[in-house]
């Protein structure tokens, strides 16, 4: 929460999507979002997942949950604190929460991890595509602004990996996932950061491990999908890599932001001035 509020009065955004909350829908902290101007809607199942809106435009009906398809299982009765594989079943989860806000129909989502290729996890995960896809197909119409943000745990292309040979063979890289996200593409939605930075090497998540966000060796799995009407309304798009830094403890993904019409409040993202160090560093000597 520290991070979000401080988050919050940095980058000011109108609408925040937030995923893996970790909560039930009872414990979230509703104050301090009031207290900064916001209204919330969250969809959990309390120790694992979570997604979340918060907005500063009100919210109007109807607001939806795990595709319409009824309550998630509440997982602070698990017994072990992990589940097996017979156990999996990703619309179980809290992944999807979906409300009008500012005219538009936006999409909180949490995509499975899939874990390892073709696994149960990964099949889920598959799967999970396929309903999302299905849902919006039926729900939507292009032709309307509906928004989908959150952290979709596939990249694009290999331009969304820091080095597309050293992932190979993993997930979140893999045909099967990336055919998911091109579904959703060929129904209407753009790539809204991607339209407005074409830059290869700029990223929303780092492992925490052995350096790799001073590296920079990281993936872009934090996407933010608009439908053509949206996409012709972005003036400026960005990944706050600062906020990987914290403090506070900071999250291993960065948030990325889209201004829509006209700029919102201006900050420093801090791109340039660490990609110009890390080329001083591995330039060679």
Do not use: C
């Not at 074409?198 to 929303?204: G, K, L, Q, T, V």
């Not at 889209?258 to 900050?267: E, I, M, Q, R, S």
Request: hydrophobic share 40%; aromatic share 10%.
């Amino acid at each position: 929460m520290d991070a979000i509020e401080r988050w919050l009065e940095r980058a000011a955004p109108d609408v925040l999507l937030m995923q893996e909350t970790k909560l039930a829908d009872e414990d979230v902290p509703e104050m301090p979002f009031r207290m900064a101007g916001y209204e919330l809607l969250h969809h959990g199942e309390g120790r694992w997942n979570g997604v979340a809106i918060a907005s500063r435009l009100g919210f109007e009906e109807p607001v939806i949950s795990n595709f319409g398809d009824g309550p998630v299982r509440d997982s602070r009765r698990a017994v072990s604190p992990e589940l097996g594989e017979e156990d999996f079943d990703p619309f179980g989860e809290a992944r999807m929460v979906s409300a009008v806000t500012g005219g538009l129909r936006v999409i909180s989502l949490y995509a499975p991890n899939g874990r390892v290729l073709d696994s149960v996890w990964y099949e889920g995960k598959l799967r999970w595509f396929d309903r999302l896809s299905r849902w919006l197909e039926a729900s939507a119409d292009p032709g309307q602004a509906v928004l989908l943000g959150g952290d979709f745990n596939v990249t694009p292309t290999d331009d969304d990996v820091w080095d597309a040979a050293r992932a190979h063979g993993s997930t979140h890289v893999s045909e099967r996932e990336r055919a998911g996200l091109a579904r959703l593409r060929a129904w209407g939605l753009v790539d809204l950061y991607r339209g407005w930075q074409p830059a290869s090497d700029r990223f929303s998540w780092y492992d925490y491990r052995a350096g790799m966000f001073h590296r920079n060796e990281g993936m872009r799995i934090d996407l933010l999908y608009g439908t053509r009407s949206i996409a012709h309304r972005v003036v400026w798009a960005e990944i706050d890599r600062e906020a990987r830094k914290g403090p506070p403890t900071p999250s291993d993904h960065a948030p990325v932001v889209v201004d829509l019409d006209a700029p919102g409040k201006p900050f420093d993202a801090g791109w340039d001035a660490a990609l110009a160090r890390i080329r001083q560093r591995t330039r060679p000597r």
